[in-house]
T-cell receptor
Framework: QKEVEQNSGPLSVPEGAIASLNCTYSDRVSQSFFWYRQYSGKSPELIMSIYSNGDKEDGRFTAQLNKASQYVSLLIRDSQPSDSATYLCAVNMIRGSTLGRLYFGRGTQLTVWP | IAGITQAPTSQILAAGRRMTLRCTQDMRHNAMYWYRQDLGLGLRLIHYSNTAGTTGKGEVPDGYSVSRANTDDFPLTLASAVPSQTSVYFC?????????????FGPGTRLTVL
């Protein structure tokens, strides 16, 4: 099992719809979870961080975390064509004596069509 | 400047040549990272540094070396480039205090080895 797995997509939704992106992770003791957005030809941009169970809302974005199920999701409400990008899930896993390392999923490509 | 800068933006390199990719951050983050991103393989960690003067190996370190002489700079060197090192390289940094490890990425270097 990979450390971080995302629904592979691609995902296509109409403008104004809710886009739902999902991610599961393998390390039960992980404490920090992140969503990055990456436009084609650009670098990953951090858009959401979540550290405790439940929902965290920021504008049109809501991150949801369920540590018991080892599941984290990102909802994008009122999707816009400008949201079209690849979304990367990342989980901070502390193993051995390191301070932690981010493990990334392979990303879900989202297209929002007008 | 604010954030992370990388140089060069892109480079075409003959196999066997030596190349250093530069990365500078001005956020006073203690940790820095080098990733490569290849289609279908996602982001893979090459090397990291938790603090100035220390470095560690990531998932794909072979053929690469790094140094961390100060807080701001984290160069990545390819001693003798090979075509399989053709990739997009991203530098990132984070403040690992508190264990959150939010990583911020530079704009990337697109490297082609012929």
């Amino acid at each position: 099992q990979k450390e971080v797995e995302q629904n592979s997509g691609p995902l296509s939704v109409p403008e104004g719809a809710i886009a739902s992106l999902n991610c599961t992770y393998s390390d039960r003791v992980s404490q920090s979870f992140f969503w990055y957005r990456q436009y084609s030809g650009k670098s990953p941009e951090l858009i959401m961080s979540i550290y405790s169970n439940g929902d965290k809302e920021d504008g049109r974005f809501t991150a949801q975390l369920n540590k018991a199920s080892q599941y984290v999701s990102l909802l994008i409400r009122d999707s816009q064509p400008s949201d079209s990008a690849t979304y990367l899930c990342a989980v901070n896993m502390i193993r051995g004596s390191t301070l932690g390392r981010l493990y990334f999923g392979r990303g879900t490509q989202l297209t929002v069509w007008p | 400047i604010a954030g992370i800068t990388q140089a060069p933006t892109s480079q075409i390199l003959a196999a066997g040549r030596r190349m250093t990719l530069r990365c500078t951050q001005d956020m006073r983050h203690n940790a820095m990272y080098w990733y490569r991103q290849d289609l279908g393989l996602g982001l893979r960690l090459i090397h990291y540094s938790n603090t100035a003067g220390t470095t560690g190996k990531g998932e794909v370190p072979d053929g690469y070396s790094v140094s961390r002489a100060n807080t701001d700079d984290f160069p990545l060197t390819l001693a003798s480039a090979v075509p399989s090192q053709t990739s997009v390289y991203f530098c990132a940094s984070s403040d690992t205090a508190g264990g959150k490890n939010e990583q911020f990425f530079g704009p990337g270097t697109r490297l082609t080895v012929l």
